[in-house]
């Protein structure tokens, strides 16, 4: 069984242009999470899909992020336009269950992340 | 809010010798607990999780975590490394019914086994 893939793996882009990142959670995953790191600093949640549904965005940033999940199946994370502070790396993680209806006990599967670079 | 400091950046150790990577926690509520590891170039792994019940969890590749509610610890030990347990670590806590499960991380633990 294929695991959580991103797409780039790295991405260098000038302040102001725009970056799309692409996650494809594992087949029959429900929950897509996005997450981000920022150099040396604690992994941070940016949202939850619940199949193409956006359950929980509380940790965007600001509104120069955009997150899709296209028929529920793989998502997409837009950057637009992207900022220094935006540098990092952005992780997908997926679980099978809807979490409403086992909490916090289903485990999530990470993906390598991708690692952007805004200069 | 919750929240998860992880003590130490960097542990280097010898390998056999034993290591304890740290991780305290702060909710008002009750929470699931989390290792996650990630070797080099690759993504997050779950090592070990603490739900309920025994408060002493462990893995399949020898590590062991002892949830501590009263210091509100959840340190993750390992009696004798190995080289290959070279990787960085991160300690996580996530809620229970009816939050929906977001993680929440420490700022991770770069653990360097040397020969």
């Known amino acids: 069984e294929a695991g959580v893939t991103q797409f780039p793996s790295h991405s260098v882009i000038e302040k102001g242009q725009t970056v799309t990142l692409r996650c494809d959670p594992i087949?029959?995953?429900?929950?897509l999470y996005w997450y981000r790191r920022v150099m040396g600093k604690e992994i941070k949640f940016l949202l939850h899909?619940?199949?193409?549904?956006?359950?929980?965005e509380s940790g965007m940033p600001n509104n120069r992020f955009l997150a899709e999940r296209t028929g529920g199946t793989y998502s997409t994370l837009k950057v637009q336009p992207a900022e220094l502070e935006d540098s990092g790396v952005y992780f997908c993680?997926?679980?099978?269950?809807?979490?409403?209806?086992?909490?916090?006990?289903?485990?999530?599967?990470f993906g390598p992340g991708t690692r952007l670079t805004v200069l | 809010a919750q929240s998860v400091t992880q003590l130490d950046s960097q542990v280097p150790v010898f390998e056999e010798a034993p290591v304890e990577l740290r991780c305290n926690y702060s909710?008002?509520?009750?929470?699931?607990l989390f290792w996650y590891v990630q070797y080099p170039n690759q993504g997050l792994q779950l090592l070990l999780k603490?739900?309920?019940?025994?408060?002493l969890v462990e893995s399949i590749n020898g590590f062991e975590a002892e949830f501590n509610k009263s210091q509100t610890s959840f340190h993750l030990r390992k009696p004798s490394v190995h080289i290959s347990d070279t990787a960085e670590y991160f300690c996580?806590?996530?809620?229970?019914?009816?939050?929906?499960?977001?993680?929440?991380f420490g700022a991770g633990t770069r653990l360097a086994v040397h020969p």
């Open positions: 899909f619940v199949k193409e549904s956006k359950q929980d």
């Open positions: 996580a806590v996530s809620l229970p019914l009816p939050w929906y499960n977001k993680l929440i």
């Open positions: 993680a997926s679980s099978q269950e809807s979490g409403g209806r086992l909490g916090g006990t289903d485990t999530q599967y």
């Open positions: 909710s008002s509520v009750s929470v699931y």
């Open positions: 603490y739900l309920s019940g025994s408060t």
């Open positions: 087949s029959g995953h429900d929950n």
